[in-house]
T-cell receptor, first 108, second 114 residues
Framework: RKEVEQDPGPFNVPEGATVAFNCTYS??????FFWYRQDCRKEPKLLMS???SGNEDGRFTAQLNRASQYISLLIRDSKLSDSATYLC?????????FGTGTRLLVSP | DAGVIQSPRHEVTEMGQEVTLRCKPI?????LFWYRQTMMRGLELLIY????????DSGMPEDRFSAKMPNASFSTLKIQPSEPRDSAVYFC????????????FGSGTRLTVV
C-alpha cells in the first residue's frame, strides 16, 4: 500500500462548480499535512497547510480527519486558472511524502 | 529571495554518461531534499540532508546515484553511468527544520537519457 494515495482524476468541472479531492495516508504517526498545486511542467507550490480544526483560504478549504487518516481539499466557485494537478503531502519526521496528484480541468 | 535554484533546467545526455545536477537552497534553510518525478511513480524522495549531513538516502535507486552537500548553500546529485530509465524531472527542495512548514521547490531539472 502506498503511504499517500489520491484519485488521479482527471476531474472535469465547469467554471463556478465546487469540487472536492480526498487523500488517504497510511502512517498514523504523521505530523503535518499539506496541499500543493503543480502546473504543467512546473514545480509543486505550496497551496495550504492542513490543520486539525480545518482551515480556509478564500475559495479553498482544507480538512483533516486523523481518525480515518484522510485529508480533503474543497474548491468553491472554480476558475479556469484553478486547472492544475493538486498533490497532497504528509510529513512524518522531516520527510514529506507526496501523493501522485489529482488533475483538475476547469472548462468555460 | 531568489528561491531554490537548480541547474541545468534541461539536460539531454547519452546512456553511460555522467550527469551532475546542482541545487542552491534558500538561504537560512537547513534541510535539503532531492525528489524525482515521473508519470508512473509521481514524486519520490531520493535523499535528504539536515545541516549538510545526509539523513536518509533510502530512496536512492541504486549505487549509480550519489548526492553531496559540501556546504549549506550547495548540493549535487550525480548519476554515473546514466541509463534511459533515469529520465525524469529532478527537483530540489529546501525548508526550515520544522515539521509545521512545507518545502519550497526549485524549478527542476528535466533529464533525458537517450
Amino acid at each position: 500500500r502506498k503511504e499517500v494515495e489520491q484519485d488521479p482524476g482527471p476531474f472535469n468541472v465547469p467554471e463556478g462548480a465546487t469540487v472536492a479531492f480526498n487523500c488517504t495516508y497510511s502512517n498514523s504517526a504523521s505530523q503535518s499535512f499539506f496541499w500543493y498545486r503543480q502546473d504543467c511542467r512546473k514545480e509543486p507550490k505550496l497551496l495550504m497547510s492542513v490543520y486539525s480544526s480545518g482551515n480556509e483560504d478564500g475559495r479553498f478549504t482544507a480538512q483533516l480527519n486523523r481518525a480515518s487518516q484522510y485529508i480533503s481539499l474543497l474548491i468553491r466557485d472554480s476558475k479556469l486558472s484553478d486547472s492544475a494537478t493538486y498533490l497532497c503531502a504528509v510529513k512524518g519526521f522531516q520527510k514529506l511524502v507526496f501523493g501522485t496528484g489529482t488533475r483538475l480541468l476547469v472548462s468555460p | 529571495d531568489a528561491g531554490v535554484i537548480q541547474s541545468p533546467r534541461h539536460e539531454v545526455t547519452e546512456m553511460g554518461q555522467e550527469v551532475t545536477l546542482r541545487c542552491k537552497p534558500i538561504s537560512g534553510h537547513n534541510s535539503l531534499f532531492w525528489y524525482r518525478q515521473t508519470m508512473m511513480r509521481g514524486l519520490e524522495l531520493l535523499i535528504y540532508f539536515n545541516n549538510n549531513v545526509p539523513i536518509d538516502d533510502s530512496g536512492m535507486p541504486e549505487d549509480r546515484f550519489s548526492a553531496k552537500m559540501p556546504n549549506a548553500s550547495f548540493s549535487t546529485l550525480k548519476i554515473q553511468p546514466s541509463e534511459p530509465r533515469d529520465s525524469a524531472v529532478y527537483f530540489c527542495a529546501s525548508s526550515f527544520d520544522n515539521s509545521n512548514y512545507g518545502y519550497t521547490f526549485g524549478s527542476g531539472t528535466r533529464l533525458t537519457v537517450v
